[in-house]
């Protein structure tokens, strides 16, 4: 009895080592051979996450750049509104070339007009500045859902391919002819969910991001109103 006692706890410290063993011989998934058993389904899958990644990255530029701190620029318009200097103020928000300088050129155009009409002209720029943000992130948004979409289709005909096989060839079917048919059905739904996943992701964080470039434009339009209340020197 101590002798089998023995044997089953020799048993039972080799199972982790087997188990260990059998984890690193395990053959490894080749994703682009998966790639392609998805089919022609996979290439607007494909095509979709490139120009999400190119959207998102040459928006992030842009709405870093139009968020970068403009307090330096501020300061001198202030002193040359201050002095009266209004061609030198607007001379220097030209040369700048960032959308708070573009909406202070506005405001500044406007000097001298009722304060309704400098603000309304502001505004309207700031709108403007707001539309360049945006440009081109639908397409982030449009794919977040459309390639979810796409990998669905090509699961509905990767099924259908296989049914055709099963009623095609009877019982002489085999299982590597069902394969191809589900591996197109499964690939495509992973391709499609992990495009869609970040798009989505990219679309809310640049939304975001253009929400804080939106307050840094009103806080900036907001701090030249308040300086044309103050007397000129």
């Known amino acids: 009895m101590l002798l089998q006692i023995t044997q089953a706890i020799d048993t039972a410290a080799a199972l982790p080592e087997a188990a260990l063993q059998a984890v690193q011989t395990q053959e490894k998934i080749p994703v682009m051979e998966l790639a392609v058993k998805g089919g022609w389904i996979m290439i607007p899958i494909v095509l979709l996450l490139f120009v999400s990644i190119y959207v998102f990255v040459e928006r992030w530029i842009v709405i870093n750049k ?5 307090s330096a620029l501020m300061a001198s318009v202030r002193d040359y509104v201050m002095d009266d200097r209004l061609d030198s103020a607007k001379t220097l928000c030209r040369n700048t070339c ?5 909406i202070i050129e506005k405001g500044i155009d406007r000097i001298g007009k009722p304060v309704e009409n400098i603000k309304s002209a502001m505004e309207d720029a700031g709108n403007i500045e707001v539309a360049r943000l945006e440009r081109n992130i639908s397409w982030l948004s449009t794919t977040a859902g459309a390639a979810p979409m796409i990998g669905f289709l090509g699961t509905v005909t990767g099924m259908v391919r296989v049914f055709f096989d099963m009623a095609s060839k009877g019982n002489n079917i085999e299982v590597g002819t069902l394969a191809d048919g589900m591996y197109q ?5 992973v391709a499609g969910l992990i495009v869609g996943i970040i798009a989505y992701v990219c679309y809310n964080f640049i939304v975001s991001r253009i929400s804080r470039a939106t307050h840094v434009f009103e806080s900036r339009s907001a701090e030249f109103m308040d300086l044309l209340n103050e007397p000129v020197r």
Not at 98 to 102: K, Q, V
């Open 66 to 70: 139009a968020s970068r701190d403009e």
């Open 98 to 102: 960032t959308p708070t300088a573009r």
């Open 185 to 189: 059905a499964m690939v495509t739904t």
